[in-house]
């Protein structure tokens, strides 16, 4: 049986009399009080130290007085508790509850309330103890930033013509720094100085304030050589670059597989070509912005359903060649990576970068572009020269200058970004004002041409087109059955098991098939046939390539954007009198036969024609993966849009499009244009170099894209700057009674009806592009690599 001490008895019978609830809860809210002030005051000294934000100083001036008050409350609440708990025990002492057997037992022989009490007074000497010394500290920390709370408490805006927009910045930032995160993040707290700082050290709006800490001007090491790139041989790596999770990168890779030995070939070659030519390494950058799935992301669902795959053939091939020539990549296809390899800061991007942009050159298209403007604040502005932008169609001078086609009605959802036209890249060279960026073609062996050539038959063709959409246009039934009375049809159009397309009975479909089945087919086929859509795919250069003739319709009218839906948006003036206009102009006959749909008796004459002709594989030297290698080798070795173009000296230069120094150009010996003379005072620094420029001018309602080509030319707007003078239009015998400086993407031209000549105001709207009935324009041209329009002979 258990015992148990009468004393202990007593104690707790005395302790359940004595402490009554109610006195628990006091002591309870005590307690909790205490812990909650001490939670409170270890809050505000874990606070950021000094010094770990430049715009913090006062924030943590204002904290650490704020924690002396809590010491000092802290201190009066526990005095307090003391008096009370006093009151209570002199209660205690005259209550009736102490009267009978248990008044022999006094309240001082309850050790836990007495214990409690000691403890409780302990605190409160602890407590005042530490709000004295953190007074002394606070008194000497005030002493020692008083200078500088002084400064910040006299910040004024600084009248500094050098900085004229600054007094405007401040105010946008007092009503609207809480707008976006980033302003937090880099120091901003709603002070007048913080504004300046951030001002001055972050964006460079608002002159430095001389008594924030100046580093001293230090002569920097000149940086270390930069590393080499040297030609890879091995794509492993770029497989692995590329990632996985969707079905367009999964094409990708597999093309980069299926063409892997034709790029080692060609990074051989051309590497042998450059004999050992030094090149520095670039870090680059390619974001493919269609991909992500902020913009939709609309064509990795279509790869296995016959959607358009021509954007997705470019961007593998641009991976290919950059990552053969040995530069190094980075590849994004999502928002977030692309904010973390720009350094972007945290918030909705009105503030710059963290840090220096770490590549040197990015690749991206219209979607990444967006979505570079929208998250680097400032920082697009300063590196946008950098950005190379991925354009299938390309983007005109007239359609890039934003206040010129905002005023002029030519802006669109795809232009007005104001870079230099040169940094738009198109996949075929129909806009000279852009740079071709293209793709490549499978490239054939002896061995495979020969045998190509044996089991061609000459009686099947192949229809242009995976999408069922393409049937149900009207018109097509008169010549498919002018065709199919000499030919069999076959198709690959895609269809479901369940639903068949729509095509004719006749027509044999095969569906969709893999590239190498497609390529089998075209090997055998004689023909391969358009219905006038896709523009400007990568098909019909395959199929010449497999020794196929490329068939299509002459469009009359030539489609544009005043005219057909398709175009209509897109930031170009092109006329496009084909499907093809690549094979149109740069193949033509025999490869390629371009005739009216409309006119049987011309569309049967043809067919019958290429049955009879004899072909060969046909690839053009530019669309082959040497041919693309030397082209971005030498647009990454030369293309610096960042710098300022060198100019020959004149004290009366008005714009930097107009130049009036004496003309470095002079008649040709036949005196029919102008080429840079022998003994010109100067050499620029030009690329490409100006030995191969030549001075034409137009006929009314022709651009300098087709001037420049009747004379076995191409247009070359780089040299716009070389002509823009007056003296050129007296070395070509152009009389003019005045002329203006004026914004228009058709000058320098002239009026002969009125004789008027125009010079050109704004050198981003210098074009090849561009024709009216009332100018002749003045067009610079020049020579090029034989099969490989976007290089001079000299240019690499």
């Known amino acids: 049986m258990i015992t148990v001490n009468a004393d202990g008895k007593i104690m707790v019978r005395r302790c359940l009399v004595t402490l009554r609830p109610f006195r628990i809860f006091v002591l309870g809210i005590g307690f909790f009080t205490l812990c909650f002030l001490m939670t409170s005051l270890g809050g505000q000294f874990s606070a950021k130290r000094l010094g770990d934000s430049p715009f913090t100083i006062r924030t943590e001036v204002m904290g650490a007085l704020e924690s002396r008050g809590v010491l000092r409350r802290m201190s009066d609440m526990l005095e307090m508790l ?5 009151i209570l025990a002199r209660l205690e002492n005259s209550t009736d509850f102490h009267k009978g057997d248990e008044a022999r037992f006094p309240l001082d022989r309850f050790q836990p309330a007495a214990g409690l009490m000691e403890r409780i007074q302990a605190i409160a000497q602890n407590v005042s103890d530490i709000a004295i010394k953190v007074d002394q500290i606070l008194r000497n920390s005030l002493l020692n930033g008083k200078v500088m709370e002084g400064r910040r408490d006299q910040c004024e805006v600084p009248r500094d013509p050098k900085y004229p927009d600054c007094a405007g910045k401040v105010e946008w930032m007092r009503a609207r720094w809480t707008s976006d995160p980033c302003y937090a993040f880099f120091g901003v707290d709603g002070t007048e100085c913080s504004f300046l700082i951030y001002l001055s050290e972050v964006e460079w709006f608002c002159p430095p304030l001389p008594w924030r800490n100046q580093t001293v001007a230090v002569p920097s090491p000149p940086p270390p050589p930069r590393a080499q790139a040297a030609f890879r041989r091995d794509l492993a790596r770029l497989l692995e670059l590329i990632g996985t999770g969707k079905e367009s990168l999964s094409f990708m890779k597999k093309r980069i597989r ?89 918030g909705r991007g009105n503030c710059p970068l963290t840090s220096p942009l770490p590549f040197d050159l990015i690749y991206t298209d219209y979607h990444g572009l967006q979505q570079m403007k929208q998250h680097m604040g400032l920082s697009f502005k300063k590196y946008r020269c950098r950005v190379r932008v991925i354009d299938t169609f390309g983007t005109e001078p007239a359609y890039n200058h934003e206040e010129y086609a905002t005023l002029r009605g030519y802006r669109t959802n795809w232009g007005y970004w104001n870079l230099q036209p040169g940094q738009f890249m198109t996949m075929f060279p129909h806009t000279p004002d852009n740079s071709f960026m293209g793709f490549v073609s499978e490239e054939l062996n002896q061995t495979e041409r020969q045998l190509i050539k044996a089991n061609k038959v000459s009686s099947m063709a192949v229809v242009y087109g995976k999408e069922a959409s393409i049937w149900k246009v009207g018109g097509k039934e008169k010549f498919l059955a002018i065709l199919n009375k000499y030919m069999e049809i076959h198709g690959t159009v895609y269809y479901e098991t369940q639903r068949p397309p729509e095509v004719p009975a006749f027509v044999k479909n095969h569906g969709l098939l893999p590239q190498h089945e497609f390529q089998q087919l075209l090997r055998k086929a004689k023909l391969f046939i358009g219905f006038g859509f896709p523009y400007d795919g990568p098909a019909p250069l395959e199929a010449i390539a497999n020794g196929c003739v490329f068939l299509q319709a002459r469009f009359h009218p030539p489609h544009s954007s005043l005219n057909h839906e398709f175009f209509r948006g897109k930031p170009t003036s092109r006329e496009v009198s084909s499907q093809h206009p690549y094979a149109e102009d740069f193949i033509g006959k025999p490869h390629v036969w371009t005739v009216d749909y409309n006119n049987s008796e011309e569309f049967e004459a043809a067919i019958k024609t290429i049955m009879r ?61 102008l080429v840079w003379s022998p003994s010109a005072g100067w050499a620029p620094q030009a690329w490409p170099p100006v030995a191969s420029l030549q001075v034409w001018v137009s006929e009314p309602q022709h651009t300098c894209t ?55 105001k704004e050198p981003l709207l210098f074009s090849c592009a561009g024709h009216h009935a009332k100018y ?21």
């Open 82 to 86: 003391m008096k009370r708990m006093d």
């Open 258 to 346: 299926h063409l892997a030995r034709q790029w080692l070939r060609a990074a051989r070659r051309l590497e042998q070509r450059l004999a050992g030519r030094q090149r520095d390494q670039k870090h680059i950058l390619v974001h493919i912005g269609f991909l992500t799935e902020e913009s939709g992301d609309v064509f990795s669902p279509r790869v296995l359903k016959g959607g358009p795959l021509g954007e997705m053939v470019q961007w593998a091939d641009i991976l290919a060649a950059l990552f053969m020539l040995g530069h190094s990549l980075r590849v994004t296809v999502s928002l977030k990576e692309l904010q973390s390899h720009l350094g972007v800061p945290p």
């Open 613 to 673: 002709t004899q072909v060969d594989p046909y690839l053009p030297y530019e669309y082959t993966s040497e041919g693309m290698l030397e082209r971005i080798h030498a647009y990454i070795q030369h293309q610096d849009f960042c710098a300022t173009p060198s100019l020959p000296p004149s004290p009366k230069t008005k714009s930097p499009a107009m130049q009036s120094s004496p003309s470095p150009l002079a008649l040709s010996p036949n005196s029919t244009h």
């Open 706 to 760: 087709e001037t420049c080509r009747r004379h076995g030319l191409v247009c070359e707007p780089t040299f716009f700057r070389f002509l823009n003078k007056e003296e050129v239009f007296l070395q070509l015998s152009i009389a003019c009674d005045s002329t203006e400086h004026e914004m228009n993407h058709l000058y320098p031209a002239v009026a002969d009806s009125v004789r008027e000549c125009y010079l050109q």
């Open 776 to 796: 002749r324009r003045l067009c610079p041209c020049r020579d090029f690599r034989p099969g490989q329009v976007a290089l001079c002979r000299d240019c690499l």
